[in-house]
């Protein structure tokens, strides 16, 4: 078995309900199905058990958090790799996990549609540097991850919004892991979710994670890499990546990210 899909719930009953729409419905077979309720009291689990026979696995029982769930369930996941497609969130298309199938990397990413903007956010570069970790995060919802580094870097759970984050930089940055960029959109993003809403945690954890994972020398040369706006880092890389204005933009994209780095 190739894939685990994890779908991580609290008291959502409708996104829920499309979220597993989504995912009994791609042609990719080659999976098994794991919910993960934290005890939901809306309905949630009567759509569950609408949906028995096409999930592996579920339970619901109170948790301590997002992270807490998502780490049961990778503990009860036997796929190759784990994908988090959490209540209310969407694979965008039937074909979005048969596109990622070719692949074997570590770490493999899409991209994800999120709200009403129609344009793909996520990665844009073949690689993935620190600078780019930096200044923001992939997307988990687009992200395809190996199993075995989810055992070894579970979740840190102290963490409501940023353990994701800190998750890459333990895997792509200090263990070196394999990693591949694709240009598919795996999935619709909700943005109702905590990290869309994180009521100004989110610089709070950002700085708790960096000092925890890097000595203060390291910090130093880093700390001038604030997170920039999503959409107009996209915006950034695809000016670049056209050969016919890349010179003419290059200053300008420059500029234009010191502005955004000094705002924050």
Known sequence: MKYSVITINYNNRDGLARTIESVV????????YLIIDGGSTDGSVDVIKAHEACIDYWVSEQDHGVYHA????????????????NSGDCFHAIDALEAATVYDEDIICGKVLKGSNPRPQG????????????????????????RELLVRHPYDERYKILSDWKFCLQTLVFDNCCFRNIDTIIADYDTTGISSNSNGLLPKERDQILKEL????????????TPVDDELLDLSV????TVGIRRLTKKFIYLLLRLSHKKH
């Open 25 to 32: 419905g791609q042609t990719c077979r080659d999976y098994e």
């Open 70 to 85: 998502m780490n049961k369930g990778v503990a009860q996941a036997h796929g190759d790799y784990c994908v988090f497609m």
């Open 123 to 146: 990665h844009h570069k073949n690689d993935i540097t620190l600078v780019d970790l930096m200044r923001g995060s992939l997307p988990h919802q687009a992200m395809i991850i190996r």
């Open 214 to 225: 890097f000595p203060p020398r390291v910090l130093a040369d880093y700390q001038r890499l």
């Open 238 to 241: 695809r000016l670049t990546q």
